[in-house]
């Protein structure tokens, strides 16, 4: 009766009845929320729901996905996959019962160790993979990084330099006289050498020891290496409420950014922004001059002070700190960063507002990138042309309470992007499909609705698709 009724409704939106059957799945899960909307080219799907505020994910050496749940642990999921997006997840094992854990999580690159993070320290625990266990007694690796708000500490151990853990650690609004300060250890990403850890090394302390990759960063949560060049590349979560010159700028004000902080494997393209300050918290990028007074000389991507004074001006910003590679919509707030294979293109999760009027961002989006260089293809000065929507909430007025927001991304070994959910605890499966629109999220194609997104309106330009759902699972959220 389900089924037959589930056919009408997509026949109703402009489907045949043998199209819903020839792209069913098997188990299909539906989000209670509005359906997602998919760029066409994209089909998605919902593989999982009911987990506690999913963070990063990475996928072990056998395959199966591991998944910080903030406030639980570290969690095991394996589904088994029935081809495109069409997956069923067969089984959950809580590996890791900490709740501490909240956000960092990374694989050595023989799979035998796994990491992850707290507010306070990065732990190490053995890790079998065709088990699917760990060791029963973590190791302390780095310490010394607690402080109020902004808590999570990004792990990336970079496949060119497997020997090097990379962790980000944020610094709440209310530190800025010791973000100021280089020995404070916050708002900065560190690189600390793994190889010559032993079981009974003391652990490392952030604020004193490590490579000093870039500083002046409010909250750097994604971090990612290109896979041919190895250049390393961060998204960071610029400040909220900010004013200039006494008037309040913060609707527009300021961008989020995409920073490059060189390489770790050769000295000989040792990049200049390596272990530079980015600007925190004096200077921000610029997204849109028109809101920002005393604009003389500003352009998108550049570097503007709060507050203007005889210590302090715009062109200080651009000669004592370093701008951001590429700039994005303020408030989209990314925090996840992945490279495809072949270094043509990077995937960002952009969380989305909660300081703005008319919210913005919750979505995925993708960059291109030349795989020669290593570099955005974008230039520096038409970051708005930059970002390619992959799938988004298609009313942003019911966010963020009644929709998804991306969090953390992994690219299995076909080339999928699997993304995270953080507040309705759900997992997403991303797969583009040759010949055109074929996005969905449970099976059928349908029209998008009329109008554009916030990215839209800053020229983003892309197409969309909505899907009709073919099944039901209750009980999400």
Request: charged content about 20%; some cysteine; glycine content about 10%.
């Amino acid at each position: 009766m389900k089924s037959r009724g589930v056919a009408r409704a997509a026949i109703a939106a402009g489907l045949s009845a043998s199209a819903v059957v020839a792209q069913a799945c098997p188990k299909v899960l539906i989000p209670s929320y509005t359906l997602p909307a998919v760029h066409p080219g994209w089909q998605a799907q919902l593989v999982a729901g009911g987990l506690t505020k999913p963070r990063s994910i990475e996928f072990d050496s056998a395959g199966n996905l591991v998944v910080v749940e903030s406030g639980k642990g570290v969690v095991l999921h394996r589904f088994k996959d029935n081809g495109g997006t069409c997956l069923e997840q067969t089984e959950t094992t809580l590996l890791i019962p900490q709740t501490s854990l909240n956000h960092g999580l990374a694989f050595s690159q023989d799979g035998k160790t796994l990491y992850a993070s707290t507010a306070e320290a990065v732990f190490a625990w053995d890790y079998d993979a065709a088990k699917g266990s760990v060791g029963p007694t973590p190791r302390t690796v780095v310490t010394g990084m607690a402080n109020d708000d902004l808590v999570t500490r990004t792990l990336l151990i970079p496949r060119s330099n497997p020997g090097k853990l990379l962790v980000s650690r944020g610094s709440a609004d209310a530190n800025v006289v010791r973000a100021e300060t280089l020995s404070s250890g916050l708002s900065q990403i560190r690189a600390f050498d793994l190889s010559n850890l032993t079981t009974s090394s003391k652990p490392y302390d952030y604020s004193t020891q490590g490579l000093v990759l870039g500083w002046g960063l409010r909250n750097t949560v994604g971090l990612a290496a290109h896979p041919v060049t190895g250049g390393l590349y961060g998204v960071e979560n610029s400040v909220d409420g900010v004013t200039r010159n006494g008037r309040d700028i913060h609707e527009n004000n300021p961008g989020e950014e995409l920073n490059f902080f060189g390489y770790l494997d050769d000295s000989t393209r040792a990049s200049p922004t390596q272990g530079k300050n980015f600007g925190y918290p004096h200077c921000f990028a610029v997204w849109d001059v028109a809101e920002i007074p005393d604009n003389d000389g500003l352009a998108i991507g550049d570097q503007f002070a709060r507050t203007e004074n005889s210590t302090l001006r715009d062109e200080t910003c651009a000669a004592d700190y370093t701008p951001p590679r590429l700039t994005f919509p303020a408030h989209f707030a990314p925090l996840d960063i992945k490279f495809s294979a072949d270094g043509r293109e990077a995937f960002i999760s952009f969380h989305g507002s909660f300081d703005k009027t008319d919210p913005v961002g919750y979505s995925v989006a993708s960059i291109a990138f030349d795989p020669a260089t290593g570099e955005p293809t974008a230039r520096r000065e038409a970051a708005h042309e930059a970002l390619t929507e992959i799938i988004s909430n298609p009313d942003h007025t019911k966010c963020p309470g009644q929709c998804f927001r991306p969090a953390g991304l992994a690219l299995d070994g076909k080339g999928r992007v699997w993304m995270t959910s953080d507040t309705t605890g759900e997992v997403f499966v991303l797969e583009k499909k040759a010949g055109g629109a074929t996005a969905t999220v449970s099976g059928g194609l349908v029209t998008a609705p009329t109008g554009k997104s916030e990215a839209a309106r800053w020229r983003v330009g892309w197409g969309m698709v909505m899907a009709v759902a073919v099944g039901f699972v209750g009980g999400m959220v």
